[in-house]
C-alpha cells in the first residue's frame, strides 16, 4: 500500500483544459487529445487537484454559461414553435 502511494506521489501530472473550459489531470507525459490543450499547470495529483479547485469556479460547460448569459441580457431565444415550423 506504501508503494503504490508512493508511486502516486512521484508521478507528475498536468492540468488540461478542453473547449468548454472544462478541467482534468493527466499524467505528464501523456500527449493531449484531440479538444484538449496544456493549461499550464503542472504537480502532484493534489497539487494539480488543488490548482483545479481555484481555477474552475463555475463546473457549468462554457456552451450553457454562454447560452444562460444570453438570455439575460435581453437576446432572442428561438421557441420551440419556430424550430418545429422549419
Not at 3 to 24: A, F, H, P
Not at 47 to 67: F, G, K, N, T, Y
Not at 73 to 85: H, I, L, T, V
Amino acid at each position: 500500500m506504501d508503494n503504490e502511494r508512493d508511486e502516486q506521489e512521484l508521478q507528475r501530472y498536468k492540468v488540461v483544459v478542453n473547449d468548454e473550459e472544462q478541467y482534468s489531470i493527466w499524467p505528464s507525459d501523456w500527449e493531449n487529445a484531440v479538444g484538449w490543450r496544456d493549461e499550464g499547470y503542472g504537480g502532484s495529483k493534489p497539487e494539480c487537484l488543488a490548482h483545479i479547485q481555484d481555477v474552475w469556479q463555475d463546473m457549468r460547460p462554457r456552451s450553457v454559461r454562454e447560452r444562460l448569459a444570453g438570455v439575460g441580457n435581453g437576446a432572442r431565444q428561438p421557441s420551440r414553435n419556430s424550430a418545429q415550423q422549419r
